[in-house]
Each structure stands twice: as C-alpha cells, then as structure tokens.
C-alpha cells in the first residue's frame, strides 16, 4: 500500500470515528438480579440432586463476580472454588468451559482463578452477556456442565422476557 493509499485510507476510518464516539458515549449494561442468580443456582443443584449427585454451584456476573454460592449438604468443601473458577471461565470466555479444554494446558489455562474443564457456561438473554455458572461434584465434567445448563434453562424464558 503506498504511503498515499495509506493516508486515503486512514482519512476515512478517523472520519467516521466521531459518528461512532458520539454514539457510544454511554453504554448500558444489562445485568442479572441477585434472585436470578439464585434461581439459577437453585436449578443447578436440584438438576444434580435428581441423578443422585452434591455439587458446589456459583454463579457469577458479568465481570465474574460471585453473586450466588450454593454448596449441596454433604459435597466437598474443594466443590466451591471449582465451581467459581468455571464459571470465571465462561463469563470471561462467553463460551461453555467444555469448548476451553484444549487451552486448558496453555498459558491462558494457567492463570489463577480460571478452570477450563467441562461444567461452566455463560448466561446470555439477546446476545447480551449477563454471567455465567459453574458445577463442581459430578463424576465428570458433562454431567457438571448439564447441571449446570439446567440452571440457565431454568430462567432462560423469564429472561428472554424481561430482556
């Protein structure tokens, strides 16, 4: 690209910039309710308890913040932190923790706080990112990640709704 083509180029993209500035100057943010977050949670525990399973469930928001912690009577105390740095992953990622797993031996998989295994998956209502929520305690991480999913099913149309 010569250095005229470049300059033509360049012209063109800081043009536009003031459109796209004055238009987002402002950004709304929508977020899910603490009664949300503990609905889902609440799902997610009782989809486990119907295969027989105690899990640590969290559910954080769209900063991958803890809005809601629930640890089943008798599941490991280890299930909490696994739980949130599921849910971490998917809210940071915006993709189920399942889809990580081939990062999870990687640099990015070693960053404190971030588990890229099965059983975390983000909560979304019209394309917006709201949180997401992690399982920990099943025999396998599928099984976490549907616990899991049945928590977000569990809110999904009263979300739809409000969103």
């Known amino acids: 690209m010569t250095k005229v083509s470049l300059a033509a180029a360049l012209a063109g993209v800081f043009a536009a910039t003031p459109a796209i500035a004055e238009d987002s100057m402002v950004i709304q943010v929508k977020r899910m309710s603490m009664e949300t977050a503990a609905a889902v949670a609440k799902a997610a525990v009782d989809a486990c308890r119907e295969k027989g399973i105690q899990i640590g469930v969290t559910v954080v928001d769209r900063d991958g913040i803890a809005q809601a912690v629930l640890r089943d009577t008798i599941a490991p105390t ?77 809110v999904q149309t009263d979300l739809e709704m409000a969103g």
């Open 78 to 154: 280890i299930t909490v932190p696994i739980s949130q740095g599921k849910a971490y992953a998917a809210v940071m990622f915006n993709v189920a923790t399942s889809e990580l797993a081939d990062r999870a031996n990687t640099p990015i998989g070693r960053v404190p706080g971030v588990i890229m295994s099965a059983g975390g998956v983000p909560i979304q209502v019209g394309g917006a990112l709201l949180g997401g929520v992690g399982v920990s305690g099943a025999p396998s991480g599928d099984t976490d990640q549907e616990c899991a999913q049945k928590g977000v099913d569990a």
